[in-house]
């Protein structure tokens, strides 16, 4: 079955650090790819997403690219900001299925 | 009110309770699904409803039992829950082939 791996946590940095949380899958067929971040006492919202392969995801100065060749979608950022400290979940929808297939979260703390 | 709302946001209850969650949808969004978040785990999705039929159903216990009266509610009736049941759980919408879930705050249940 579909299953999306990410690195655990928590990752710890500095304010102006540069960012990135790996993120791996296996899946069938061809998967859209998600990043989701959860802020302390909120519910998940959309960070970023990748329908097909090279296809490059960003917002908010995060970005991750689709590369099928390594089934990676790993999240960056070049400067994290103290506001960035949430947990980033990686995601992926298969074809044919409306749920989501999430990662176990990862905590990042960025301090000041 | 906008967004996905779940009430209530924190629940208490013995093992012997019954007792319901809530969510509601302003979103004109056509399915809704009920996820789990226990720490150290992946999301883990329990049930997915389209167009008010239940779509997916996780293998979750009975004890566990969901109800989609419209397009817009979502309820997760609870009953003889074991303290392993404590965790965040999560409602979400969508609109079919986005891939982009909606979600609410949560409901944060702890079983004693």
């Known amino acids: 079955g579909d299953s999306v791996t990410q690195m655990e946590g928590p990752v710890t940095l500095s304010e102006e650090a540069f960012l990135t949380i790996n993120c791996t899958y296996t899946?069938?067929?061809?998967?859209?790819l998600f990043w989701y971040v959860q802020y302390p006492g909120e519910g998940l919202q959309l960070l970023l997403k990748a329908t097909k392969a090279d296809d490059k995801g960003s917002n908010k100065g995060f970005e991750a690219t689709y590369r099928k060749e390594t089934t990676s979608f790993h999240l960056e950022k070049g400067s994290v900001q103290v506001s960035d400290s949430a947990v980033y979940f990686c995601a992926l929808s298969d074809q044919g299925r409306r749920a989501l297939t999430f990662g176990s979260g990862t905590r990042l703390q960025v301090q000041p | 009110e906008t967004g996905v709302t779940q009430t209530p946001r924190h629940l208490v209850m013995g093992m012997t309770n019954k007792k319901s969650l809530k969510c509601e949808q302003h979103?004109?969004?056509?399915?809704m699904y009920w996820y789990k978040q226990s720490a150290k785990k992946p999301l883990e999705l329990m049930f997915v409803y389209s167009l008010e039929e239940r779509v997916e159903n996780n293998s979750v216990p009975s004890r566990f039992s969901p109800e989609c009266p419209n397009s817009s509610h979502l309820f997760l009736h609870l009953h003889t829950l074991q303290p392993e049941d404590s965790a965040l759980y999560l409602c979400a919408s969508s609109q079919p082939n986005t891939g982009e879930l909606f979600f609410g705050e949560g409901s944060r249940l702890t079983v004693l």
């Open positions: 899946a069938t067929g061809y998967p859209s």
């Open positions: 979103l004109g969004h056509n399915a």
